[in-house]
């Protein structure tokens, strides 16, 4: 399968301080990307879709504001959280998809710790 | 909106015997059906996935099966490994704008030698 490359792996960072995590498709051009947030033991919550050249788009209730996605190029998008806090302690995942193709390739996530 | 349901939240099986985990989904217009398994402090990862107009689909030791008028699809693993053993998710395809997935709540699979 395709493989998406996700860094940093792990980011302890302090309360306040802004923090960027990247997701690259090595292999493909991603049109579409994903970005899910995890918490231990449960499903992947989806935060926000993001496609190339274009603004991305949030699901109910994650602020925009607060998770600064970008997708600059066919293979790369990053998530900045900005200003974090220790409720922002989470696993986030990233996936990416290649054109009309319906699979999704993860990332192998990030753990995000504030302190 | 679309809601996914999984059962069990936990299995455990004795290693070589079988596993099956269900899903449903609440969207009559999902199309694509995949199955992501997931090990501790990793990404997801793809291991079989059915379209709507299929109604199994067999890879290995693995196979997953759609029931569309039902709108239940399963996922079997024979013969099953301790590599078996993991956290995975069945997830359902909704269309608004972009395709996007549902993830169900998850089951983690215990494989005892």
């Known amino acids: 399968g395709a493989v998406v490359s996700q860094h940093p792996s792990r980011v302890i960072c302090k309360s306040g301080t802004s923090v960027k995590i990247e997701c690259r498709s090595l292999d493909f051009q991603a049109t579409t990307m994903f970005w899910y947030r995890q918490f231990p033991k449960q499903s992947l919550m989806l935060m926000a879709t993001?496609?190339?050249?274009?603004?991305?788009?949030?699901e109910q209730g994650v602020e925009k504001d607060k998770f600064l996605i970008n997708h600059a190029s066919l293979t790369l998008s990053t998530l900045t959280v900005t200003s974090a806090h220790p409720e922002d302690s989470s696993f986030y995942i990233c996936?990416?998809?290649?054109?009309?193709?319906?699979?999704?390739?993860f990332g192998s996530g990030t753990q995000l710790s504030v302190l | 909106g679309e809601n996914v349901e999984q059962h069990p939240s936990t299995l455990s099986v004795q290693e070589g015997d079988s596993a099956v985990i269900k899903c449903t989904y609440s969207d009559s217009a999902s199309n694509y059906f995949p199955w992501y398994k997931q090990e501790l402090g990793k990404g997801p990862q793809l291991i079989i996935d059915?379209?709507?107009?299929?109604g199994e689909k067999k890879d290995q030791r693995i196979a997953v099966t759609l029931n569309k008028t039902a709108k239940h699809f399963s996922l079997h693993i024979t013969e099953t490994q301790p590599e078996d053993s993991a956290v995975y998710f069945c997830a359902a395809s909704i269309r608004t704008g972009f395709q996007k997935l549902v993830f169900g709540t998850g089951t983690r699979l215990l494989v005892s030698p």
């Open positions: 993001s496609n190339e050249g274009s603004k991305a788009t949030y």
């Open positions: 996936s990416a998809r290649q054109g009309a193709v319906e699979k999704l390739f």
């Open positions: 059915i379209r709507s107009n299929v």
